[in-house]
């Protein structure tokens, strides 16, 4: 988030579900349960990395004779996400597979879809609390951070300051990663960091705090963005200062957008995740939890650090605009 990570899309607070567009996903308004049916609920609707995971999710749900459908908040905001979950659980589906907008302002709602014999599935981000989901499956984003930390100390020659860009506190995925990152770097003496900032998902608030961090460290060397919004304001600010490619930028995702900005130098690295795989081995551990079958509490799923270089033969990881 996204899978956080996410950019914020404008529109309204829904008070039911915004259905995310694209992969034919549709809502249901049907009062008994099903427990062949279950509900995928993003971190934020129209959103490639979220996207990606619902044509994984889709396609496996279809394969193993389960009917899927999507719901998503216009925002990557637990004030939007609650309601969802509310209006899921009226539905008494088998299962919810949830991307949690926040690691603890969303324990209680899905808590309550627990209590009312819906089996949960975390996907992307997780609870604080880990005693509600029956399943986490998510890219290992402590090690994603260290990916990160290791693509910029090549690009900057393992030496000069640093910079990450986060999203909003209390996002487990993007925290993680700005953990990992800070703890790779301590392997690389020749580097500092500036500290973590967040810019509340929003690009605008990105550039500023580059901004801001150019006129007080011009020696500036590097940013590491730990999701879209990040990326993007850092490469406003960046642009701006006419320090764009001077100071290198690792991203992470890859969608459409972030990957024409690594062919066009606007970053000089990406983070790919695999979010399709995400949401294909949530819909199995939905599967086998409704089936009485073993299921796995935590799966973690892996990434590749893109470059210019290595670009055209993994555009496996390129994330989708639509199914």
């Known amino acids: 988030m996204r899978t956080g990570r996410t950019a914020v899309l404008a529109g309204v ?17 049907s009062g008994s349960g099903d427990a062949k049916k279950l509900v995928l609920i993003p971190g934020v609707a129209n959103e490639p990395f979220y996207i990606s995971m619902q044509c994984g999710a889709q396609a496996e749900a279809k394969q193993l004779g389960y009917t899927l459908d999507t719901q998503a908040p216009t925002q990557f905001d637990a004030a939007q996400q609650t309601p969802i979950v509310t209006g899921v659980i009226a539905n008494k589906p088998g299962a919810i597979l ?16 627990r209590d009312a014999g819906i089996k949960v599935i975390e996907v992307d981000t997780a609870l604080e609390d880990t005693s509600i989901a029956l399943s986490s499956i998510a890219s290992d984003n402590v090690k994603g951070g260290q990916l990160a930390a290791q693509t910029l100390a090549k690009l900057v020659g393992d030496k000069g300051s640093v910079l990450v860009i986060n999203t909003k506190a209390g996002t487990s995925t993007t925290d993680q990663r700005a953990q990992g990152f800070e703890a790779e770097l301590k392997s690389h003496p020749g580097m500092s960091s500036l500290g973590v900032q967040y810019n509340n998902n929003e690009a605008a608030t990105a550039a500023s705090i580059v901004t801001a961090t150019l006129a007080a460290h011009p020696d500036l060397a590097g940013i590491f963005a730990t999701n879209l919004s990040s990326a993007e304001g850092a490469a406003t600010g960046l642009r701006n200062a006419g320090k764009l490619g001077q100071v290198k930028v690792v991203g992470f995702d890859a969608s459409p957008k972030q990957v024409q900005d690594l062919k066009d130098g606007t970053v000089q ?22 089936e009485g079958k073993p299921v796995t509490r935590n799966i973690q799923t892996g990434m590749i650090a893109l470059t210019q270089d290595n670009l055209s033969s993994n555009d496996q990881y390129f994330y989708k605009a639509k199914c």
């Open 13 to 29: 607070v829904v008070t039911v579900a915004a259905l995310v567009t694209g992969c034919g996903g549709s809502v249901s308004n």
């Open 98 to 113: 949830i991307a949690p907008t926040h690691a603890q302002a969303m324990a209680s709602p899905i808590k309550q879809a």
């Open 269 to 290: 690295a990406l983070i790919a995740q695999n979010p399709g795989d995400i949401g294909k081995q949530g819909v199995d551990q939905a599967a086998a939890a409704l």
